[in-house]
């Protein structure tokens, strides 16, 4: 992405700060999972998003105090005997070409900088990340530096930058949505070639690795969250990710799934028969989403919230259930349909928002995504598809990606060269 985007937003987010106000924001550190191993790095999207690098222990600072602007961007200092075990790390040149940010310095420099601007410049505001998803879940590392920042000085008044660049996070601009554009397509033919290969005896396992196989090699960074692949029973847990069951002969399969590109995610559930053709009852589950599906892209429009959406896939869904007799009355749709229609999608999946009620803009990404979950007859059905909002409605991002019935029927086994039967299931 072109380095102007970084610093584009950075003079956004500095032209909100109130004279005398500071924003410190770092990209995270690595994870201990045992002994000497480690998670796979999580970045800060925040960072990443203000200055297109995605390496730990780096920190941005930007601030309005003693009468000047301050634009700096912190990395580590390379280290020649650590990097022989864990590779080069990024260059100050490197930096400054990725982010666009003119000045750059070592990460041991940031404390004692902090200390000469409280010392010296009286910063009245102080802005970090405090979010955090739950009360009893584990902190993040912004969260802990701004704790240990207000200890050391506890007159300060620390307040929470995550909602100011959620917002700006909401709208998409030319160069992420044709990062989605990239990663949808990638998504597209991962599911292809899992139409080409799914058949019954296979594990979902063997499903998850024909799918992120495909997206890998054809340039994906990786996928947007752990693939989700329940068939039967399984496709009713709604984050089903054991994926360790052989798949039945007429059993439907459910995935939910994305690759990621340049950071955005893209996130698509299909539900296929395992058998290459749904039963008469499975398709009249299955046409009931799908109508759900396209009334949600039929309403999605600026002035339209989330809210709305849901409630009207809500009545789409009770309808239909009503007539086959499935329930007696519209309110009993939440046994089957438990979650919601749309989140909006960016550099997190289940993407930043600075209000849920918030109205939806041009440039904005969403999920639509409706479903049935029906546990007595072990079928789970959801056709979730990535929609921006435009000037006048919305464009169903992935609009390429096989959606009917028809389509599905005529697409099994037909993109791939044949795998002969149980080679891919030792």
């Known amino acids: 992405m072109d380095k102007a985007n970084y610093t584009e937003r950075r003079k956004r987010l500095l032209s909100q700060l109130g004279e005398n106000e500071m924003v410190i924001l770092y990209s995270g550190i690595g994870v201990p999972s045992t002994m000497d191993e480690y998670f796979p790095f999580a970045y800060n999207r925040h960072f990443f998003?203000?200055?297109?690098?995605?390496?730990?222990?780096?920190?941005?600072?930007?601030?309005?105090t003693g009468g000047r602007e301050r634009e700096i961007l912190f990395i580590e200092q390379p280290v020649p005997q650590l990097e022989r075990w864990t590779g080069k790390r990024v260059t100050?040149?490197?930096?400054?070409a990725i982010s666009g940010c003119g000045?750059?310095?070592?990460?041991?420099?940031?404390?004692?900088?902090?200390?000469?601007?409280?010392?010296?410049?009286?910063?009245?505001?102080?802005?970090?990340?405090?979010?955090?998803?739950?009360?009893?879940?584990?902190?993040?590392?912004n969260q802990l530096q701004a704790e240990k920042l207000l200890k050391l000085y506890p007159a300060m008044h620390l307040y929470d930058i995550h909602p100011v660049i959620s917002r700006m996070r909401m709208n998409k601009d030319a160069e992420e949505i044709a990062a989605f554009g990239r990663a949808l397509d990638l998504t597209h033919q991962g599911l292809r070639r899992v139409l080409g290969t799914l058949r019954p005896g296979m594990m979902e396992y063997a499903v998850q690795a024909e799918f992120e196989y495909e997206v890998?090699?054809?340039?994906?960074?990786d996928v947007s969250f752990p693939t989700i692949v329940g068939s039967g029973i399984n496709g009713c847990?709604?984050?089903?990710?054991?994926?360790?069951?052989?798949?039945?002969?007429?059993?439907?399969?459910?995935?939910?799934?994305?690759?990621?590109v340049e950071g955005y995610c893209a996130d698509i559930s299909r539900t296929y028969p395992a058998s290459g053709h749904f039963t008469e009852q499975q398709r009249r589950y299955y046409d009931l989403v799908l109508r759900a599906n396209r009334e949600v892209a039929r309403l999605?429009?600026?002035?339209?919230?989330?809210?709305?959406?849901?409630?009207?896939?809500?009545?789409?869904?009770?309808?239909g259930l009503l007539e086959m007799g499935k329930i007696r009355k519209a309110e009993e749709v939440g046994r089957y349909f438990m979650h919601g229609v749309s989140h909006f999608i960016g550099l997190d999946?289940?993407?930043?928002?600075?209000?849920?009620?918030?109205?939806?803009?041009?440039?904005?990404?969403?999920?639509?995504?409706?479903?049935?979950?029906?546990?007595?007859?072990?079928?789970?059905?959801?056709?979730?598809?990535?929609?921006?909002?435009?000037e006048d409605g919305c464009l169903v991002l992935s609009e390429a990606i096989e959606r009917t019935a028809e389509e599905i029927e005529a697409a099994c086994?037909?993109?791939?060269?044949?795998?002969?039967?149980?080679?891919?299931?030792a």
């Open 103 to 141: 000045q750059v310095q070592f990460i041991q420099t940031l404390m004692p900088l902090i200390e000469r601007i409280f010392g010296r410049e009286f910063p009245e505001k102080v802005w970090m990340d405090c979010h955090r998803e739950s009360m009893d879940g584990v902190p993040f590392y």
């Open 413 to 425: 086994g037909a993109w791939t060269e044949h795998v002969p039967e149980g080679k891919e299931q």
């Open 92 to 96: 100050v040149r490197e930096a400054k």
């Open 49 to 64: 998003y203000l200055t297109g690098l995605r390496r730990e222990n780096m920190a941005l600072l930007l601030s309005k």
């Open 237 to 260: 847990s709604l984050h089903y990710e054991t994926n360790q069951s052989r798949i039945e002969e007429g059993s439907l399969v459910l995935l939910d799934l994305g690759a990621r």
């Open 300 to 319: 999605a429009a600026p002035g339209k919230t989330l809210t709305e959406l849901n409630n009207r896939c809500k009545e789409v869904l009770a309808g």
């Open 216 to 221: 890998r090699r054809k340039g994906a960074e």
């Open 349 to 390: 999946t289940h993407d930043v928002c600075d209000r849920l009620d918030r109205p939806l803009e041009p440039g904005m990404i969403i999920s639509d995504e409706p479903g049935l979950y029906l546990d007595e007859e072990a079928i789970g059905i959801r056709i979730e598809d990535d929609l921006l909002i435009t």
